[in-house]
């Protein structure tokens, strides 16, 4: 079993060493009842097979686990979106943001044309945010039913069923 354990500048980890892998952030001390709802969260991820990190651990957090397990409809592709958003008549995936260097990430990215997906990635600079390029490229966040504003990790497991549903994506992986 990985420990979780909080760093002094109050992040949370997941693991240890290198392997470690931050999932949350606190101002103040991790309570003993957060450390133990973290810990049923993160072995239910690793037992449908969902990378652990601070996005899943966030995306999931009001679906966890009424609507996860293993053989969810879409599980395939929810466990790897960091955003979605839509525009020009598709779906866009982020389903990766790698550091080259200091200066920049790759973002990796599959697009749901309605009938295939497609993938490419993007390079991102340090100074560009990706979201007011993907503003002027004609996407928005994609409407979940989340607040305005909010990423769809903030929708109900529901509101993101009812948006891939609205595309056509398959519910399992093609």
Request: glycine share 8%.
């Amino acid at each position: 079993m990985k420990p979780i354990w909080q760093d002094t500048k109050g992040y949370v980890w997941y693991g240890e060493g290198d392997d470690a892998v931050e999932i949350e952030h606190f101002i103040g001390r991790l309570s003993y009842h957060d450390a133990c709802e973290m810990r049923e969260r993160t072995d239910h991820l690793e037992k449908i097979g969902v990378p652990v990190n601070s996005r899943t651990m966030v995306w999931y957090s009001d679906w966890y686990p009424s609507y996860l397990w293993a053989g969810s409809p879409y599980l395939w592709l929810l466990k790897r979106a960091c955003d979605i958003y839509e525009g020009n008549g598709v779906l866009l995936f982020i389903v990766g943001r790698e550091p080259i260097n200091k200066d920049a990430s790759l973002i990796n990215i599959k697009v749901w044309t309605g009938k295939n997906f497609y993938k490419f990635a993007l390079i991102e600079k340090w100074n560009e945010n990706f979201y007011h390029i993907l503003r002027n490229l004609g996407y928005e966040i994609a409407d979940a039913g989340q607040e305005e504003n909010l990423g769809v990790c903030y929708s109900t497991y529901e509101g993101v069923v009812r948006l891939l549903e609205k595309y056509d994506v398959p519910e399992d992986e093609p």
